[in-house]
């Protein structure tokens, strides 16, 4: 969560696009990035055809991002 306003700043991505589960859930390790995908399903935040991207962090020290068309 600390490093979230800082990668939205340096990206220019709003944070109002991001879903955000972690206070809510709690870390979920590895099922993070698919429950959050559901989760903005759920929300209708995206749908078929729309190009998402996952961006996972660990521990501010390692970063991991893929952009896919659902």
Known sequence: MPYLAEICRRTGVPTDRLVITLPEHGNLASASLPFQLVKARE???CGPGDLVALVGL???VSLGIVVIRL
């Open 43 to 45: 929300l209708g935040r």
């Open 58 to 60: 660990a521990g501010g």
